[in-house]
């Protein structure tokens, strides 16, 4: 198990911060780096030529080892929502298929395809949050619905977001497969943590951020893209995507066909080497740890709190459906509109999630933490 992290972090010894799933705290690595890098772009003469190039390449390299992929097949893109919009151009979904989300998903997996559908003449079924807390059963079930419209594409967290239920997600793709349908993951809430292998999984598109569980900053998200789909035309038009657009060349648009790989999908400003590094750094920490060590630690966080809750009358999902990190406490009564408030006043922060309280620790997190979260909560929440 990785052992407490927290000496990595600026976080001081009386805040209880359980809310990484909103966005984590920068280890101090991360910021350092930050600052060091704003001081660069305060005197841009001294970089190198190819300064920039060295960053995103980094950053794309750091990104593809988390996801076991090959950095030709990720792109560089500033947000979720920014991805399933290039796979919402890319793909194409027939008219009269059905394309399958979570109930109550994010926006960023969702909405691309519900304001598509009308005019594409296609429907987005919501699978319905099931009661008994097994998402994945419910995906399956909608997958294999008889009587449906073919299914075009499952655009899916593989964690909920909001009550921590965890997808399997293998599962889940061989069928989707099996029914000739696409799939989309959005792995905000899984990447650095819970293993993910693209080679086997091989989804169609797979996208996550670095602001919430890789400990990065905000407005850096990354897209695999499976080599089937590396032929479309990317959501916005850039020099970077083409293979030989160069303001230092004589001829400027001297081959404007697109370059191979993913990297067709990076966005604008790519070179932005400030938050780049940022991301790349928070990154190879995730990976240095390694996801069995970070998951043992961070499940035994969450089932010492499902512990500690146990005769409070809140109820949280069973433990081999909820996400190893996520732990989501539902109010059979409804929670208190004040309770994250009332922790917050207390130095202890959690989320209010759709009607449950969203906990969420990560590798900074450790015993004492939880201790506190049960006496405050026990103190101010009943
Ligand atoms: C499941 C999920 N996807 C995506 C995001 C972020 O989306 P975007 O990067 O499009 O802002 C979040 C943020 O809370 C999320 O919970």
């Avoid at 995103?56 to 920014?82: Q, T």
Wanted: glycine share 8%; aromatic share 8%; net charge neutral.
């Amino acid at each position: 198990m990785l052992p407490s992290q927290r000496a990595l972090f600026d976080m001081p010894r009386d805040v209880c911060f359980l809310n990484a799933a909103s966005w984590s705290p920068l280890p101090l690595a991360v910021q350092e780096a930050g600052r060091a890098a704003i001081g660069r772009k305060g005197q841009p003469w001294k970089l190198d030529a190819g300064f920039q190039a060295q960053q995103y390449d980094r950053a794309r390299k750091a990104a593809a080892a988390l996801i076991g992929a090959d950095s030709v097949d990720v792109a560089l893109i500033p947000s979720v929502g920014y991805g399933v919009s290039t796979a919402g151009k890319v793909l194409k979904i027939p008219r009269g298929s059905r394309v399958l989300v979570l109930q109550d998903d994010h926006t960023s997996p969702v909405l691309e395809w519900m304001s598509r559908a009308e005019a594409g003449g296609f429907s987005v079924e919501q699978v319905k949050q099931p009661a008994d807390g097994d998402w994945t059963s419910a995906v399956l079930a909608a997958i294999d619905r008889a009587g449906a419209a073919p299914l075009a594409l499952v655009s899916i967290s593989s964690v909920h977001w909001s009550d921590g239920g965890a997808l399997d997600m293998a599962r889940i793709a061989k069928a989707a497969k099996a029914k000739g349908s696409a799939l989309l993951v959005d792995a905000t809430h899984d990447v650095g943590v819970r293993k993910i292998d693209v080679k086997t999984l091989d989804p169609d598109f797979l996208i996550f951020p670095t602001y919430k569980w890789v400990l990065g900053p905000y407005g850096r998200a990354f897209m695999y893209v499976a080599k089937r789909h590396q032929n479309g035309v990317p959501l916005e038009q850039t020099a970077g995507a083409r293979r030989a657009v160069s303001a230092e060349d004589t001829l400027y648009f001297r081959d404007v066909s697109y370059t191979d790989g993913a990297k067709r999908y990076d966005m604008g400003e790519r070179d932005h080497f400030v938050s780049m590094e940022m991301a790349a750094i928070g990154m190879e920490m995730m990976a240095a740890w390694g996801n069995a060590p970070i998951v043992a630690r961070l499940s035994m966080l969450t089932d010492l709190l499902a512990d500690g809750l146990a005769n409070t009358g809140v109820q949280v999902l069973d433990k081999k459906l909820r996400a190893p990190h996520v732990l989501s406490l539902a109010f059979p009564k409804g929670m208190a509109p004040d309770l994250p408030k009332r922790l917050a006043a207390e130095n202890v922060h959690a989320a209010p999630r759709l009607g449950r309280l969203r906990i969420s620790p990560h590798v900074y997190n450790d015993e004492e933490d939880v201790e506190r979260f049960v006496e405050v909560f026990k103190k101010v929440g009943l």
